[in-house]
């Protein structure tokens, strides 16, 4: 009776935390043994800000259950205008890691905003019409940062839209319209996206198990329950958005920050789905799976490169089989047997009680 | 049982002649008054001149055969549909204007014909999202795992778990609520609008899919709901052994009007009511 739910919630957060600093270690351990290989050491900032965007898409996906499709379009704007922050920050003398922060802070913010802005009009929708809604808001965001030039030099900030601005020198600007971001510094900082990773983490689990996490799970089961015992639809649903595009903001500056150049074109309805694939993966509104799914999608295409042609066929037909083994009942009848055996372990004490027919229970 | 209210109308709109609530609530202001209320579904008059008036702490029975527009009343009174006309009086208080979400905060609790839980959440949950509103703490508190958030989640459980107690359902708090049985969901539907503190308690088929002895149990428990927490109840019902044992005033409606009011045992002998469910006999 005294089993808590908070303990077993804690335990299954720290597991995930636990998981993120396992990875960790092992990678760090396979670098200092030179024993990662040069493609695999630029994969790893990438994996954690593609873990990034699957945990907080499957906020919007899994826990607030609308299909968004224009993840990829916050991705970007947090990517841009993280590059330009960094940039700035960089003439200014400040090191890497205040670089980084000052661009993941940027990413945020512009995010955060973008995602207050286009939720406005799409949170008014439900399910295919949101999708589509958000999959036409990616594509603006896109187009628009296609047509976006912004350089800075001594004399200040020189943005141009559709036409590169007159008397500037070329190599001053970062947004370099379609030839996309061109960052001052690569910052290449595993530990710090590492911290940034538990830090969404921390986040989003918190933010699961409290008052507003319980609201929005709310909406997601079901909408006129919510209503009719007083909770306020709209700004749950604005608050998971909001939130969910903030931290594909800071992913999307942690990412760009991890390439020497970005091309807008990169943030496009395939990124989208690609992360939406780590997300359904993963299991919907199940964050540790959506971590673990980005980070083997990402590094299995890196292995599978000595299937040269091949790699993609296979790596698709790893999708299908892995996406059949999920709903198969087989698959999931073996997954119970051994949480099963797991908990009657752990509870040998007290056998799991059947209320229907348990007699303390109707005593009470 | 039937009497003139003794308290000053606070909305401008002319109560009607025929109210009637429990003489204990006599010169207590009613927890609902409908007046005048009607809603038109494009031309068809759903529900039409509804006037109902359910004393504080009274237990009122709607009934009447299919599609009478019983479960209209009551998405009228919770404003999922705005009625087309007519005022609605919680508590004394005209809730025009409001929607579902501020009448529920202006103390309207209710279950659904179709039970609406949250089936992917545990029954304490369940229970603690209809504390929602009376948790006090903000979101980033909750993220930031500030004190308040620590000492407002540990209320809310033990306020969750005494809840519960109400249906002795404490032992069932971490199962998952899509998993219980049929008439144990519907115990939790009115455990979680309970949990909103409501001054008036709607109950649309409570006893739907219960078998005799668990009905029995539910017409207790809806009386000690009552008595504890000095609520009034306003429920639609088929089962008649429940209505006519546990309601003080009924009102029964056919085609989206109320045709009689009174006690259980007015209804019961009423001429009209009888033909509403058994049909005209010819050779009268």
Known sequence: MKKNTFTTIWKSNFTTYGIVLLFFAVMMILMATGNLSRLMRGQLVPICAYAIMAASLNLTVGVLGELSLGHAGFVSIGCFGGGLAAALLHDAGAGELVCLAG?????????????????????????????????????????????????????????????????????????????????????????????????????????????????????????????????????????????????????????????????????????????????????????RGSVIAAALLTILPEKLRFLADYRMIIYAVVLIVVMLMRNSTVFHGLGEKIQGLLRRKKTAGSPPRDPDTDPAGKEG | MAARKTYEPTVMVSPPSDILIPERDLGEIPALECRHLGITFGGLHAVENFNLTVGKTEIAGLIGPNGAGKTTVFNLITKVYQPTTGTILLAGRDIAGMDTAAVNRAGIGRTFQNIRLFNNLTVEDNVKLGLHNSIRY?????????????????????????????????????????????????????????????????LDEPAAGMNPSETEELMETIRRIRDEFRIAVLLIEHDMKLVMGICEGIAVMNFGKIIAKGTPDQIRNDPEVIEAYLGKNREE
């Open chain 1, 103 to 287: 661009a993941v802070l940027a990413g945020v913010l512009l995010s955060t905003l973008a995602g207050f802005l286009i939720g406005l009009p799409v949170l008014r929708l439900n399910g295919d019409y949101l999708a589509i809604v958000t999959l036409a808001c990616c594509q603006i965001i896109k187009s628009l940062l296609t047509n976006l030039f912004v350089g800075r030099d001594e004399s200040g900030l020189h943005t141009g839209f559709l036409t590169q601005p007159e008397g500037v020198a070329a190599d001053a600007f970062v947004i370099r319209g379609s030839q996309g971001l061109r960052n001052a510094a690569v910052i290449d900082n595993f530990p710090a996206a590492v911290v940034l990773l538990i830090l969404c983490l921390i986040i989003i689990y918190n933010l699961i198990d409290s008052k507003s996490g319980r609201a929005i799970m709310a909406l997601r089961d079901n909408k006129i329950a919510a209503r009719s015992i007083g909770i306020n639809i709209t700004s749950y649903k604005m608050m998971a958005f909001v939130v969910s595009a903030a931290m594909a903001g800071a992913a999307g500056a942690l990412f760009g920050l991890s390439q020497a150049t970005v091309l807008p074109g990169k943030f496009d309805f395939n990124m989208s789905v690609l992360i939406l694939v780590f997300v359904v993966l993963g299991g919907l509104g199940n964050i």
């Open chain 2, 138 to 202: 903000r979101s980033f508190a909750g993220v930031l795992r500030l004190p308040s958030y620590w000492q407002e989640e540990k209320k809310a459980h033990e306020r969750a778990l005494e809840l519960l107690s109400v249906f002795k359902m404490e032992r069932m708090a971490d199962l998952r609520a899509g998993g219980l049985p049929y008439g144990v969901q519907r115990r939790l539907e009115i455990i979680r609008a309970l949990a909103t503190e409501p001054r008036l308690l709607l």
